[in-house]
């Protein structure tokens, strides 16, 4: 099962003194469910050599397979494949191993026991359940260290660590809401009272563990939290990178005389004493170099971030996005709209944020076309750049509401020979500064869409147009309207 601890014992193992001094060459490799043996060969050479030397990503697989073997041939190595998925994986990848008979080892970590039966040569290592006394000898180690525990608290913390079921993750997860929490008897029988509820012998019960450490997150530190799921499975991140991410995307702001970059490694240190980010390698200073998330802990956040998708129909946009009267960029792509399975459905309180530079809706999205209003009620977007859309109409309303839009890219499916008039396309040519306009068209009619009192914008300087079936003779009108504008 996932979080028993098998990637734990696999590590303490890697780096036990005595396994260090007898083998030549440690090389850990994570191989995960998305696996790709280039990857895995880039890994273990990248272990094997200086990759200051060598340019990897030009080497084929044959040549890196080939530097594989070569470097540990003659030499004892010790090689942990963790998370493998398929026997598959095993037979790609054993040929590069040489077997000299010196005392070399490969130690693989699964979840699937036909896989370990299949790669294992000697008797399986079984990982267990751990026991009620190991359960709450875990717990109190990682929320005390050495201290001891007050009485009053010992029976209320062999209940927590009873209830999740001698999983480790589980008890380290919650073992990370208890070190935050005071050690008083009132606090820990709260932590109590929600344990028993969301800890019961149901597939679900993990997940509901995880749910409320994260429900018990600072606000700062569940935006920060949920932006790594965005991350690839098993992916190393770079902490500097992903420090410089939280601070572009506005999560933190400094206060007091540290700066934003010293709060940013501080949320990171804290989410990893939460037990929710783990530490992939250090830096000879002590500062973290690169994190990641257990596989079971990001699964439950992408899910968490997902709890409202629909898998078919019209979706997750309310008319509150309108009180973000600061967004700059929104960018919304909506997956399974090629097979009609999704429709986003924006708001029209969408024309009510005046600070927008850029909106760029992928396909599948409808943004409906505001009310003709007063001019004094109307909001004119000055400051949208750029539009990105699907059949959308422009009328007069519109085209005032972004006089600057510098950049338009419009889509239309099945446009017919009258998609013009009905889109109001005649009115693109008032928008005096669109210096690059892309209109693409998909239609079974086989008609030139465009109206035939279509005029180019004043300012125009890259025109693309597809699925317009204009005959080449309109075509060299085109050219030479907009030649002979530009030579005025």
Known sequence: MGGIGKTTLAI??????????????????????????????????????????????????????????????????????????????????????????????????????????????????????????????????????????????????????????GLPLAIAVVSGILAKVDRTQYHWEKIVENISAIVATNDGHFSKILT??????????????????????????????????????????????????????????????????????????????????HDLVRDLFLALALNNYEPSGRLMVPPSISNLQSLQTLMIRVYGWERGNNILLLQI??????????????????????????????????????????????????IERFPNLKKLKVYYADASGRAGAKYCLKNLVHLCQLETLNLMFYSMYGANPLPSSFAFPPNLKKLTLSGCDIPWRRMVIIRSCLILKYSN
């Open 349 to 398: 309180e969408m024309w009510e944020m005046p600070q927008l530079r850029h909106l760029i809706f992928f396909h599948g999205s409808r943004l409906p076309t505001p009310l003709a209003v007063a001019p004094s009620g109307r909001q004119v977007l000055e400051n949208l750049q750029t539009f990105c859309v699907d059949n959308f109409r422009f009328t007069s309303n519109v």
């Open 12 to 165: 303490n193992i890697f780096n036990d003194s005595l396994v260090a001094y007898h083998f030549h060459t440690r090389v850990w490799i994570t191989v995960s469910q998305n696996y790709h043996l280039r990857e895995v060969l880039l890994a273990l050479v990248a272990s094997l050599t200086d990759q200051k030397t060598l340019d990897l990503s030009k080497k084929k697989d044959e040549k890196l397979a080939e530097h594989v073997y070569k470097n540990l041939k003659g030499r004892t190595y010790f090689i942990v494949m963790d998370d493998m998925w398929s026997t598959k994986t095993w037979d790609d990848v054993r040929k590069f191993f040489s077997d000299d008979n010196n005392g070399s080892r490969v130690l693989i970590t699964t979840r699937l026991s036909d896989v370990a039966v299949y790669a294992s040569s000697s008797p399986l290592h079984h990982m267990h359940f751990l026991s009620e006394e190991w359960s709450w000898n875990l717990l109190r180690h990682k929320v005390l260290e050495q201290q001891n525990c007050p009485p009053e608290l010992e029976r209320i913390g062999r209940t927590i660590a009873k209830s999740c079921g």
């Open 212 to 293: 409320l450490s994260y429900n018990r997150l600072p606000c700062h530190l569940k935006a920060c939290f949920l932006y790594m799921g965005g991350f690839l499975e098993d992916y190393r991140i770079p902490v500097s990178k992903l420090t410089k991410l939280w601070i572009v995307e506005g999560f933190l702001k400094s206060s007091g005389p540290k700066s934003i970059e010293e709060f940013a490694e501080e949320c990171l240190k804290d989410l990893v004493k939460r037990n929710l980010v783990l530490i992939i390698k250090k830096r000879s200073n002590g500062k973290i170099r690169f994190c990641g998330l």
